[in-house]
T-cell receptor
Framework: AQTVTQSQPEMSVQEAETVTLSCTYD???????LFWYKQPPSRQMILVIR??????QNATENRFSVNFQKTAKSFSLKISDSQLGDTAMYFC?????????????????FGKGTKLSVKP | KAGVTQTPRYLIKTRGQQVTLSCSPI?????VSWYQQTPGQGLQFLFE???????NKGNFPGRFSGRQFSNSRSEMNVSTLELGDSALYLC??????????FGPGTRLTVT
């Protein structure tokens, strides 16, 4: 079964600095997707960034970028120029191929989350 | 496009009662998934519906059920509520690329 591990329960960073959140996962599948979601105190889950396993190039979305290491099964999120609005829980999530494509399942499997606090 | 909507946002029920939660996906999205979020267990997958058919199911007891209508709107039902069912229930609709977009959630409290 697939698992997702986030080893940092809490982190803090000064405004305008850079922070990296770690995530490792375990799977026997070759084709899959990885995501980072942000959940601020409002509890709305927001998609931050997406990575397809077959793509070697790391995904970027403005101040957010990932370091995807497929062999090591590592998927870290880097937040540059941190802003107060980045304060939130961050969840790493794995999605395998849908069963119709020969995968195990198509739902998201989440890590336990990292609570990020951005300090002024 | 309007985002995923969930109703009601908050709900208080008594043990033994049943509850129905509703989710309207983003227009054009045919897949709807449900997740339960609790402080102890984190985010756990309940089930996924695609074109009115349950495509995937998590490891929850039969008290948890769902359905999807022809307009892609989905409902989930929990019967014989237990205290441990208190949670935030999140609905997500999916693109064909597998990205899931979440609604604001329904906070269920069982007393």
């Amino acid at each position: 079964a697939q698992t997702v591990t986030q080893s940092q329960p809490e982190m803090s960073v000064q405004e305008a600095e850079t922070v990296t959140l770690s995530c490792t996962y375990d799977t026997s599948e070759n084709n899959y997707y990885l995501f980072w979601y942000k959940q601020p105190p409002s509890r709305q889950m927001i998609l931050v960034i997406r990575q397809e396993a077959y793509k070697q190039q790391n995904a970027t979305e403005n101040r957010f970028s990932v370091n995807f290491q497929k062999t090591a099964k590592s998927f870290s999120l880097k937040i540059s120029d941190s802003q107060l609005g980045d304060t939130a829980m961050y969840f790493c999530a794995f999605k395998g191929q849908d069963k119709s494509y020969g995968g195990s399942q198509g739902n998201l499997i989440f890590g336990k989350g990292t609570k990020l606090s951005v300090k002024p | 496009k309007a985002g995923v909507t969930q109703t009601p946002r908050y709900l208080i029920k008594t043990r033994g009662q049943q509850v129905t939660l509703s989710c309207s996906p983003i227009s054009g999205h045919r897949s709807v998934s449900w997740y339960q979020q609790t402080p102890g267990q984190g985010l756990q997958f309940l089930f996924e519906y695609f074109s009115e058919t349950q495509r995937n199911k998590g490891n929850f007891p039969g008290r948890f059920s769902g359905r999807q209508f022809s307009n892609s709107r989905s409902e989930m039902n929990v019967s014989t509520l237990e205290l441990g069912d208190s949670a935030l229930y999140l609905c997500a609709s999916s693109t064909d690329r597998g990205e899931q977009y979440f609604g604001p959630g329904t906070r269920l409290t069982v007393t």
